[in-house]
């Protein structure tokens, strides 16, 4: 595969990543397990409207994603949330990850993916 096709790619699953995980998962409830964690983490009072607002921040995710702005800027913002949101996850509630403790393999994955395609993919594009 081209490298610039490559690019492109890898650039829209990350984004639909981000959008399935915003809209499907949380916005529209069809994982309930999300919402669980924002309650178990930050409080059940407000867990849903919480919920909502991470979603809600995930979809703008994908749109700064497929729009290119600042993608250096985007991609460190992705690895660091990523990153603390699992840390967090890890310690706190990993009964409700889907993988337990191994979730945290699969977000080093994907950081790794964000990492390769924006700082060395990229510059390898003519």
Do not use: D
Not at 25 to 42: D, G, M, S, T, W
Not at 50 to 70: C, H, N, P
Not at 101 to 109: P, Q, T
Request: proline letters at 2%; glycine letters at 4%.
């Amino acid at each position: 595969m081209h490298l610039k096709n490559l690019h492109k790619v890898l650039n829209y699953s990350i984004a639909s990543i981000w959008l399935v995980n915003g809209l499907v998962c949380k916005v529209l409830n069809f994982v309930p397990r999300h919402q669980q964690i924002v309650a178990e983490i930050l409080g059940n009072e407000h867990s849903r409207l919480l919920t909502i607002a991470i979603g809600f921040s995930e979809i703008i995710m994908a749109i700064w994603v497929i729009s290119q702005f600042k993608s250096r800027i985007n991609a460190v913002a992705q690895i660091i949330i990523v990153a603390l949101m699992n840390l967090l996850e890890f310690i706190l509630v990993p009964e409700l990850l889907l993988w337990g403790k191994l979730n945290s393999f699969f977000a080093l994955l994907f950081i790794g993916v964000v990492y390769y395609n924006e700082f060395i993919l990229k510059k390898e594009l003519p």
